[in-house]
């Protein structure tokens, strides 16, 4: 079965950090791009951050420009958020996703038909 796990998920003060990973379970990211994607109560699924494991490229919303990171461990099959200063208007459920096309997207939730498998998403709540 091909899976993806996230962990790393908590509540944390505003301006705090945290580390969400993302585990690939049934295959590698030899072949795929990687999206952070999440949502909050009554909004849409937002596509956070990028990592492409064939290139190394990343990508960044402009939301969290400066402030989150993709990357990739030494184990093939981890990718990392790292988030830095945390706000309160990045409390939400995250998700990764694997697959060819980890674009924005608009009115849709997540998980979506955009990217080909899901993880089960991890709560991330900020206190200010």
């Known amino acids: 079965e091909l899976k993806l796990v996230e962990s790393g998920g908590g509540s944390v003060q505003a301006g705090g950090s945290l580390r969400l990973t993302c585990t690939a379970s049934?295959?590698?990211?030899?072949?795929?791009?990687m999206g952070w994607y999440r949502q909050a109560p009554g909004n849409e699924c937002e596509l956070v951050s990028t990592f492409s494991v064939i290139d190394g490229t990343t990508y960044s919303a402009d939301s969290v420009k400066g402030r989150f990171t993709s990357s990739q461990a030494a184990a093939k099959n981890t990718v990392y958020l790292d988030m830095n200063n945390l706000e309160p208007e990045d409390a939400a459920v995250y998700y990764c996703?694997?697959?060819?096309?980890?674009?924005?997207?608009?009115?849709?939730?997540?998980?979506?038909?955009?990217?080909?498998?899901w993880g089960d998403g991890t709560l991330v709540t900020i206190s200010s």
């Open positions: 049934g295959f590698t990211f030899d072949d795929s791009d």
């Open positions: 996703a694997a697959g060819s096309t980890p674009y924005p997207i608009t009115g849709e939730n997540c998980p979506n038909y955009l990217m080909d498998i």
